[in-house]
């Protein structure tokens, strides 16, 4: 039972140009969304968060959007760059615990080309 | 520098060893927490520990055991229990807003 999905494993984006990736989630109760980063061999890094109360937030070339009734999010990277190129997790946290318990997509590889 | 250190960084399990993957972090944080990562797939919490001498399973903890004896070290040691030990292991703390996550390098368990 996957709760949080990531349905594109990759994806390719020219220079400059616009990425979105996208996140669905089915359980109801999760109210706050985080996006992670990860290169080869390294651990995942924080990019960007949402609240259930928002439906927007913004950071930089970053930004995230929710759709609370149809369960979606998106990430856009704008304007995309080659060392944007990495996997990226989406998660969710809530459903009634408190002690950080995340919840991750399965990953989208973001191939920005030059 | 601040930061959360994993050692080694690939490790070699016997059948019927068990091995301990170093997690070290020196943020002063609270919460530690062990994922596996299996190619095409997410991260899947095995164990957490949101402060020193406790911990709780994750959704994956079987065949593994944790140690929390030292706010900054949250070892994992993976037993002959675990059948399919070959994963990314990636360790991580938290502070205050525990959803924010650091993570450390990952360590690659592999089975001779």
């Known amino acids: 039972d996957q709760q949080v999905k990531q349905n594109s494993p990759s994806l390719s984006v020219q220079e400059g140009r616009i990425s979105i990736l996208n996140c669905d989630y089915t359980n109801s109760m999760f109210d706050y969304f985080l996006w992670y980063k990860k290169y080869p061999a390294e651990g995942p890094t924080f990019l960007i968060s949402?609240?259930?109360?928002?439906d927007k937030n913004e950071d930089g070339r970053f930004t995230v959007f929710l759709n609370k009734s149809a369960k979606h999010l998106s990430l856009h990277i704008v304007p995309s760059q080659p060392g944007d190129s990495a996997v990226y997790f989406c998660?969710?946290?809530?459903?009634?615990?408190?002690?950080?318990?995340?919840?991750f997509g399965q990953g989208t590889i973001l191939t920005v080309h030059p | 520098d601040g930061g959360i250190t994993q050692s080694p960084k690939y490790l070699f399990r016997k059948e019927g060893q068990n091995v301990t993957l170093s997690c070290e972090q020196n943020?002063?944080?609270?919460?530690m927490y062990w994922y596996r990562q299996d190619p095409g797939q997410g991260l899947r919490l095995i164990y957490y520990s949101q402060i020193v001498n406790d911990f709780q399973k994750g959704d994956i903890a079987e065949g593994y055991s944790v140690s929390r004896e030292k706010k900054e070290s949250f070892p994992l040691t993976v037993t002959s229990a675990q059948k399919n030990p070959t994963a990314f292991y990636l360790c991580?703390?938290?502070?205050?807003?525990?959803?924010?996550?650091?993570f450390g390098p990952g360590t690659r368990l592999l089975v001779l």
């Open positions: 943020l002063n944080h609270d919460a």
């Open positions: 991580a703390s938290a502070g205050t807003y525990k959803e924010t996550q650091y």
């Open positions: 998660a969710a946290s809530g459903g009634g615990t408190s002690y950080g318990k995340l919840t």
């Open positions: 949402i609240s259930s109360i928002k």
